[in-house]
């Protein structure tokens, strides 16, 4: 298990961020969080956990509430771009797009990123397996 190189402390990432924006700077609870792997999909996990690409989330901020980062992409992405940028910085010799096949830094780009497959076609991969269940053409309520 390496270390994190997004954070230090053993407390809810995005509870920090928001504390620190509201002026709070005191202890944040350290127990009953969960470890995220901010790169996943793709075999990527077990690299984020090599360069250390991961943090500690709450439950609510792991998988549960609005402004989790398995249920709001723009957290998401937001949560990738600090970790792009902090791969960069720190490990100046990789490319990230290249070790993650997946790049989340280009203002042009939707949430999802184009990258070239070996077939020499695009495709988007946002870091979800599509499962066709015959509802994509609209839900039924």
């Not at 980062?69 to 792009?84: E, G, K, P």
Request: aromatic letters at 10%; one cysteine or more; a negative charge.
């Amino acid at each position: 298990m390496s270390r994190s190189i997004l954070q230090a402390e053993k407390e809810c990432y995005l509870c920090r961020l928001a504390d620190d924006q509201a002026g709070y700077y005191g202890e944040l609870p350290h127990t009953g969080l969960h470890r995220h792997h901010v790169i996943f999909g793709r075999g990527n996990r077990k690299k984020s956990e090599r360069y250390g690409l991961w943090v500690w989330l709450c439950v609510a901020h792991h998988e549960y509430g609005p402004e989790a980062v398995h249920t709001n992409a723009r957290i998401r992405r937001q949560l990738s771009q600090v970790a792009q940028k902090e791969f960069m910085r720190v490990y100046p010799n990789l490319d990230f797009l290249q070790e993650f096949g997946i790049g989340y830094l280009d203002p042009d780009e939707t949430p999802q990123t184009r990258i070239t497959t070996g077939c020499g076609t695009d495709r988007v991969e946002d870091g979800f397996t599509r499962i066709e269940t015959g509802l994509e053409t609209g839900m039924p309520f």
